[in-house]
């Protein structure tokens, strides 16, 4: 058995999916999940969708070197509204959490009701190959993938508050309890 960075509290209520070693830039799904960690999970197809018809942009947060400026990232309040459309990671990303999906209906979970509460991306070891250069020169030129991980869990209804009675008591009293007593 594989194991998770996190593990849920009840596992009878969530559902894990990973992928190791995948030929997707790391960068690119260090940021796509950082979008789309605590989202439900239709909210996040339907973003995933809109990066993959380039409606939507997936905001940049953390690598933002070199990163250009989109119009589309201000509708997602992005730090100098840089953002990209990262294709192929996206594909990638919603695969798997259309395979978490999956396996959280084989639990009899409720698809509705899921949202995507933990998110994390690594980076794999990198592909090396190289590249012929000037002057019979030898260069480096390596893939960064990633290993991602995916844990979902089922909504909970909200505890209703007890109501408990108010005792009233004097502004004397109340001065009392907050005095604190040092010494003996």
Not at 1 to 9: A, K, L
Not at 41 to 55: E, I, N, R, S
Not at 78 to 91: D, E, I, L, M, N
Request: hydrophobic share 35%; proline share 4%; net charge positive.
């Amino acid at each position: 058995m594989v194991r998770y960075s996190v593990e849920p509290e009840v596992p009878e209520k969530s559902a894990k999916a990973r992928g190791d070693h995948l030929r997707v830039h790391f960068k690119h799904c260090r940021e796509i999940a950082h979008f789309t960690n605590g989202m439900t999970v239709q909210k996040c197809f339907k973003v995933l969708d809109d990066v993959l018809a380039f409606k939507s942009v997936i905001p940049f947060v953390k690598y933002t070197g070199g990163i250009g400026r989109k119009a589309q990232a201000k509708q997602c309040k992005a730090p100098g509204s840089k953002g990209r459309w990262p294709v192929k990671a996206t594909a990638v990303y919603k695969n798997l959490v259309k395979n978490a999906v999956a396996n959280a209906e084989s639990k009899g979970l409720d698809a509705e009701t899921l949202y995507i509460s933990h998110a994390q991306v690594n980076r794999a070891p990198a592909g090396r190959r190289r590249t012929y250069r000037a002057h019979g020169r030898i260069g480096k030129y390596a893939s960064q993938p990633a290993h991602i991980q995916l844990i979902l869990k089922c909504k909970e209804e909200p505890v209703q508050k007890m109501e408990e009675e108010r005792v009233q008591i004097s502004k004397k009293e109340a001065a009392r309890r907050r005095f604190v007593k040092v010494g003996a």
